[in-house]
């Protein structure tokens, strides 16, 4: 009996033991488990748990002109934080911090006891204000750096450029158009926590990870030419007292946006002082009825289409004509004009009936063709696409009106690049304004070009227009304003009147005046653009637009090292006489290259000199003069033939050349 207890409890205790090993066997293979193959996952969660992300404005790569010069950039900031469980006196702290922080006392204390440890004071600091608080020296108050955009040219291509914001993401222009592509990956500090959430302290070394800047964009822009542009569009829409004004140059081969500005403009460095008519670009977005500009697409269509020639008279009714109901007029009584007069007097007459010869069909699809109410997918944000009806809801009178730009809309880039399609030789280009995408080190990492999206007329039609455009700026042509001392011009006024949204018919006052055109004319380096919208001074874009077209060519000509024409002859009239012609209207002071001028107490014309140049023309006439810049010259006071003494100051102001 003894033995049989002895046994039985041998046999418990050996099961208990078992049962020992086999629970501490479990119990390691599990510990083995998590300590070695989980290591890292756990790891991860408790940091998670016990570290807290404060995420760093990341960086942006920057945008340069086409010659590198920055345009947008980012800058490292300090911002100012506040870790209060190591502030030994908040109040105090909060006194000595508010007024460096533009805060009030109590402001300032309620925020910091209100923090469970970590707050911010004030993101992205000046210079000189941060080092004020630095110089503090308090207690649980830390510095980050973060990124901040900066604008170095200010107002120079901001429509273009756009601007970003606090979050940094971009929210118009390429700054919106290209954000993911330039807005680089985010940095961020750690803090520590307790087991109840509340931060203890930051870690040591503070900044966990550095943000790293995105790629940076290079455009086709090119800033003194952008400078030029803007400072003339802002001298017409001022001089005539207008509400707006648009400018564009492309160079037509290639489709390139050398520039693109808009009046009124804005500071993107304080794009929220402005309000949205100031922030929209409308280049792109607002769409007009563009006048007599669009006769340069109607002639170019007609001709392709062989239901006119150059030569093809047209009664233009004494400047009154009856049509579909409506009462067509023109600014002069013309008589009988031929195609080339019809451009150079801007006959709407004229124009109509060359439109009853195409037809609507045709005049649909050549306007179509042309790009006009179709986005041109230039590489910005908002772009609209006109309205060009189909020819099938045509009322009898759109033909006509159609012909000489009204009923249709387009935007001022689908203007310009209609008519550089008539520069280049009869090909269609697609606009861009992003040349090509790159990293810090200069490697390009995407590269864009030239892109044809269609013929729309043959070179020889594109050569007969030009001939023709070149009369419009020829003595008695409605663009002789237009015309630029040493190079040939081709171009097309336009004027058109605006719907008022009161009255939802054509306002008897408000108009668009407009002028387009290419140079030089054989080769042509420029297309340019000028609207002025709602001028009080003169309804049309000969009086109104033409001379912005002239300064701007004359000096990105200059700039662009395009040699003059030695001697620029005006044409013969064309071969048919116009009845009842107006009188000529005697043609604006010409600009150019005048070295070495003798008229005594006049200014000379300085542009596109050489600073030794007007250096030598200044000692000999004894003037005080003052150089800004280097390179040729594109500005100067007084202006060319003012009268000037020798007691007064005179500046040129120079730029690069391209």
Not at 490 to 505: C, E, F, I, S
Request: hydrophobic content about 40%; some cysteine; proline content about 6%.
């Amino acid at each position: 009996m003894i033995e049989k207890t002895e046994k039985w409890a041998r046999m418990r205790m050996r099961f208990v033991a078992l049962l020992f090993i086999a629970v501490f066997a479990v119990t390691a293979g599990r510990a083995l488990y998590l300590q070695v193959f989980q290591k890292d996952k756990l790891v991860k969660i408790a940091e998670r748990q016990h570290n807290r992300i404060v995420p760093l404005t990341p960086g942006r790569g920057a945008i340069y002109d086409r010659n590198s010069a920055p345009l947008a950039v980012s800058i490292e900031m300090d911002s100012c934080y506040a870790e209060t469980r190591n502030m030994e006196n908040i109040p105090e702290g909060a006194a000595k911090l508010a007024p460096l922080l533009g805060m009030s006392v109590p402001e300032l204390e309620g925020k910091l006891k209100a923090a469970k440890n970590f707050v911010w004071l004030a993101r992205r600091l000046p210079p000189e204000q941060a080092k004020k608080i630095k110089d503090l020296d308090l207690d649980g108050i830390g510095f980050a750096k973060e990124s901040k955009r900066f604008y170095p040219n200010s107002e120079v291509a901001s429509h273009v450029v756009g601007f970003t914001g606090v979050d940094p993401g971009g929210l118009e222009g390429i700054e919106k158009k290209y954000d993911s592509t330039i807005l680089g990956n985010t940095g961020y500090l750690v803090t520590e926590r307790d087991a109840l959430g509340r931060d203890i302290d930051l870690k040591k070394g503070g900044e966990a990870k550095a943000g790293s800047k995105g790629s940076n964009v290079v455009l086709t822009l090119d800033k003194n030419i952008q400078y030029i542009t803007e400072k003339e569009l802002a001298k017409a829409v001022e001089k005539n007292g207008a509400k707006a004004g648009i400018a564009i140059v492309m160079e037509p081969d290639t489709g390139r946006v050398l520039a693109m500005a808009n009046y009124p403009t804005f500071n993107p460095n304080s794009y929220f002082k402005y309000g949205p008519g100031a922030l929209r670009n409308r280049a792109i977005s607002d769409s007009f009825e563009p006048g007599s500009t669009f006769k340069v697409l109607l002639v170019s269509a007609a001709l392709e289409s062989k239901v006119i020639r150059p030569g093809d008279l047209f009664n233009c009714e004494g400047g009154s004509y009856s049509m579909s109901g409506r009462t067509i007029h023109d600014t002069h009584h013309y008589g009988t004009l031929n195609v080339g007069q019809i451009l150079k007097y801007s006959s709407n007459i004229g124009a109509a009936k060359i439109g009853t010869r195409l037809g609507p069909e045709r005049l649909y699809q050549a306007l179509s063709s042309f790009g006009i109410g179709q986005k041109s997918d230039i590489d910005l944000p908002g772009e609209a696409g006109g309205m060009l009806r189909a020819q099938t809801k045509w009322y009898p009178i759109d033909l006509a009106t159609i012909s000489f730009g009204q009923g249709v809309t387009a935007t001022a880039l689908q203007i310009t690049a209609a008519v550089s399609a008539v520069a280049n030789g009869g090909n269609l280009m697609k606009p861009y304004l992003v040349d090509r995408l790159t990293n810090d080190d200069g490697e390009v990492l995407q590269q864009f070009g030239p892109q044809v999206k269609r013929r729309v007329i043959s070179e020889s039609t594109a050569r007969t227009v030009a001939r023709m455009l070149e009369g419009v700026v020829d003595e008695g042509g409605t663009g002789t304003a237009a015309a630029v001392d040493g190079y040939t011009v081709a171009g097309k006024t336009g004027t058109a009147q605006k719907v008022d949204p009161a009255t939802h018919g054509y306002s008897a006052r408000k108009r668009t005046a407009s002028f387009v055109g290419f140079v030089p004319v054989d080769k042509p380096k420029l297309t340019i653009l000028v609207v002025v919208d709602e001028p009080t001074t003169s309804p049309y874009g000969g009086i109104v637009a033409a001379p912005a077209f002239s300064a701007i060519a004359q000096q990105s000509l200059c700039y662009l090292k395009v040699p003059p024409v030695k001697s620029v002859k005006k044409k013969a009239e064309p071969v048919l006489a116009a009845k009842n012609e107006p009188t000529p209207v005697p043609a604006a002071a010409e600009g150019g290259i005048v070295e070495g001028s003798d008229a005594t107490g006049a200014m000379p014309d300085f542009r596109g000199m050489s600073m030794r140049q007007v250096l030598r023309i200044m000692e000999r006439r004894g003037l005080n003069v003052k150089l800004q810049g280097s390179g040729r010259a594109i500005e100067q006071h007084p202006s060319p033939g003012a009268p000037i003494n020798t007691q007064e100051e005179v500046w040129v102001r120079f730029v690069p050349s391209a």
